[in-house]
């Protein structure tokens, strides 16, 4: 089996709530998301997402994720896709660093495996723990009545657990937490994501200040020597995100006991490939995962649901339905949210298939 033809395509997903905002003033109304259609000499043809959170979250934007994939595509034509470590090799090789841009094609040449094997790609990602897992709901940021009306809202919708977007004045992100967690009972979870938006001395105040409340913390500053400083300040549950993209990062956090949870963004570290050796030595050392990534649709999302299903239970703190924050399906039999839980595609690869007048035309073309 050969690479004969890489196809990528440029699709506009826009909010169902109409923006969403995070820490440092950041919002995002309609997001960019890149597909990437992997053809072969067989017939048989994988798919892959990418859709990174606006120019300003990540060293990673949308344009700069189609430049990425024009410098890699020519050199994957003619390359076996099911031959995963020696693609992923070969994209290092050509385009130093850019993970978002390597991530879609890498999934697509994951979709690739699973059609030709006729094996969905949970059960190549390692086997599915149960009939599904739990979902959280990302909580956008807002003043704090109006987030803990979200809460509410999305509570009677069967989500249990979830991601208050904070990272701005710190007495506004106690206001914030206090709201929302009177919404909830003991056994709903609370996430305070700063994605990094305050300063080490800020964390510090909000750690103390909410030290009563039932709340996990998750990256308050941007780098991890201030998050360990955090860390060693709070009895809270602590999660690291932004900062811990591969093994060493994360095995540095494990001797340091820096986290306890990691959020797991599969475009951020490369791909699905890359994303399973993370998850994996997570796994066994006894660190909890959120499995996500940056953004997407319904490919995104499938391959999030493979990951998660994947990952043993009582190990998967928790994920997220991304193609429900936005208006617009680009594939059929996507998974999708039951009370506050999904499961992985049945069908071979990510067991979807894009829709073609969603995708519209291509933007770029390599053969």
Known sequence: MKISRITAYQVDLPLR????????GNEVRVFDSTIVAIATDTGVTGYGEVCPLGPAYLPAYAEGARVGI???????????????????????RVLKGHPYAKSPLDMACWDIFGKFTEVPLAT?????FGED???????????????ADMVAKYRDEGYSKFQLKVGGLPRDDVSRIEECRKCL????????????GWSQHQALWVAEAIKSIDVYLEQPCQTYEECLAVRGHTNKPFILDEIMDNVPSISRGISDHAMDIVNLKISRVGGIARAKEIRDYCVRSGIALTIEDTWGGDI?????AALAHSTP????????DFNSYVTKSIAQNAPARHNGRMSAPMGPGLGVTPRADALGKPVLVFE
């Open 70 to 92: 024009a410098q890699i595509a020519p050199a994957l034509i003619g390359q076996d896709p099911t031959q995963i470590g020696p693609i992923n090799h070969l994209m290092d």
């Open 17 to 24: 709530e109409g923006s969403y905002k995070w820490s440092g």
């Open 124 to 128: 190549l990602l390692g086997g599915r």
């Open 185 to 196: 009972n003991s056994q709903e979870v609370l996430i305070a994501d700063a994605n990094t």
């Open 133 to 147: 897992f739990p979902l959280y709901r990302a909580i956008s940021q807002q003043n704090p009545s109006e987030m």
């Open 300 to 304: 995104v999302t499938a391959a999030i």
């Open 313 to 320: 239970a009582e190990m998967l703190f928790s994920t997220t």
